[in-house]
């Protein structure tokens, strides 16, 4: 049992177990908004031929694992990250860590997450926590997305640790190996380097599926979505495009305030003016996002639905694509003093 | 995202916890504040969920006309589609497939049936005579 754990409530599972993990590690500094943008973690993307749940496949940030991969490297703490081919195996290396005093970074489904409402149980395997502790067959599990602490059995903590299917953990665990000084010329560099990747990911991937000439191709799409899928269907693609940019994790505006955030907590380390007004652009970004929203609502309700309404629709992420292009070129611009 | 801005409805995440969202104050500061819900995206998610219930019922009708195997039923109910239920019993997705007929499910051997029945979470009887099982 680790004494000193003090659970951490965040907006998205991953930036909170890396916040925790890490400010235990020597980071005291970090935040949630710092672990999403050292960790390049704004993105959008939608992959075309694929579908999840029977609807569009779309992400609103970068692939799982990632933030905290990036972060941990930009602070040079060094990571043990372990999967396991047996389900005992993982069990007795979770044990070890328990009773050395450790607490560990889970990835774990949600299908079979016993505390999770049934309404959100899906098979996502990419969910993140912290088991930092074990009385008899009770593991504490710090859920990062929860206020509070909670616990697990053995048995349901070995079920959603092994959960299959797309992404599947494995019994994945993951850990600061040790303990570092982390300092704050190293923190700024951190932020440096976590805007300018960012800045690659939005604006500079070939193609128009990802960054902000993905949100437009989206915006493109939805305008024939009603033609080609029938109302019904093309409410569903909706409602799908709506729990992922708002649903728990997000901080809402699909991650665009927690950038903000960001961009702002940046400023206190780099006394650099724009970040302030980009900051503002991206509020205005997470603001349209949850306008367009409350329409695309009024279509999934039913009680709009005309082709004007879908092509509403689609201009608001047309609109959208451009802000934040705006906002990502500004910081492209950016002089660095560092 | 004004503070005050902040919705404060109902939705099934508030019978576990509150959320953390962003949202600036009047000075344009950024700060975590509590939010229990969005109607906006609790009726997403409710009609993700008639969707759902749609296909559980739609299944179960073309397994009840002999057109398909419980197996197809247990995909739907259990939210799984062919990738997640080859994972699960380790099936190749075109046997799965063949398995999802009526008449080669009956010919299945217990040992066959046993790892659907582990992958439904459910036992073989009740997979052969597609009870619902609620956990």
């Known amino acids: 049992m680790n004494n000193d754990f003090q659970h951490l409530q965040a907006a998205h599972c991953e930036n909170g177990v890396t916040t925790n993990l890490l400010r235990a590690a020597g980071a005291e500094k970090l935040t949630e908004p710092l672990a999403f943008g050292i960790g390049s973690g704004l993105f959008y993307v939608q992959l075309p031929f694929l579908k999840i749940n029977n609807g569009p496949a779309i992400a609103f940030r970068t692939m799982p694992g990632l933030i905290f991969k990036r972060t941990c490297n930009a602070l040079n703490i060094p990571v043990a990250r372990k999967k396991f081919a047996s389900q005992d195996a993982g069990k007795r290396y979770l044990d070890e860590c328990l009773d050395a005093g450790k607490a560990v970074g889970a990835q774990v489904g949600v299908f079979y997450l016993t505390y999770f409402p049934k309404e959100y149980r899906f098979h996502f395997n990419a969910h993140n926590m912290i088991v930092f502790g074990k009385e008899e067959d009770k593991y504490l599990i710090s859920d990062p997305v929860m206020e509070n602490v909670t616990s697990l059995t053995g048995y349901e903590l070995q079920r959603v640790r092994f959960a299959k299917g797309a992404f599947a953990p494995r019994g994945q665990i993951y850990f600061p190996k040790e303990k570092r000084t982390v300092t704050d010329e190293q923190m700024k560099k951190a932020i440096e380097k976590g805007i300018k990747r960012n800045v690659n990911h939005m604006i500079r991937i070939p193609g128009n599926i990802a960054g902000y000439k993905g949100i437009a191709t989206t915006g493109r799409k939805i305008k024939k979505w009603r033609d080609k899928l029938g109302q019904q269907t093309a409410g569903l693609y909706l409602a799908q495009l709506v729990r992922m940019q708002e649903e728990i994790g997000t901080g809402g505006g699909g991650f665009r305030y927690i950038y903000a955030a960001f961009l702002q907590e940046a400023q206190a380390w780099h006394p650099i003016d724009e970040l302030q007004d980009i900051s503002k652009i991206f509020t205005e970004a997470g603001d349209k996002w949850r306008n367009a929203a409350v329409h695309a609502a009024g279509i999934y309700k039913g009680r709009i639905g005309s082709q004007a309404d879908f092509d509403v629709m689609g201009d608001y992420l047309i609109e959208i694509s451009g802000i934040e292009k705006k906002a990502f070129q500004a910081l492209s611009k950016i002089k660095w003093n560092s | ?135």
Do not use: C
Not at chain 2, 12 to 37: F, H, I, M
Not at chain 2, 83 to 98: E, L, N, P
């Open chain 2, 1 to 135: 995202m004004k503070k005050e801005e902040i919705p404060q409805d109902d939705g099934a995440l508030n019978k576990l916890t509150k959320e953390v969202v962003y949202a600036v104050d009047s000075s344009g500061r950024y700060s975590t504040e509590l939010s229990t819900g969005w109607d906006v995206k609790t009726k997403a998610l409710d009609v993700a969920w008639e969707d759902i219930q749609k296909r559980i019922e739609e299944s179960r009708q073309k397994v009840l006309r002999g057109e398909a195997s419980p197996i197809l039923y247990f995909m739907e109910l259990r939210l799984m589609d062919m990738g997640i239920v080859s994972a699960y019993t380790g099936f190749w997705k075109w046997t799965i497939k063949r398995h999802m007929k009526a008449d080669v499910f009956k010919k299945l051997t217990d040992e066959k049936l046993k790892k659907y029945a582990g992958a439904f979470n459910i036992s073989v009887e009740e997979l052969k005579t597609m009870t619902v099982h609620e956990q």
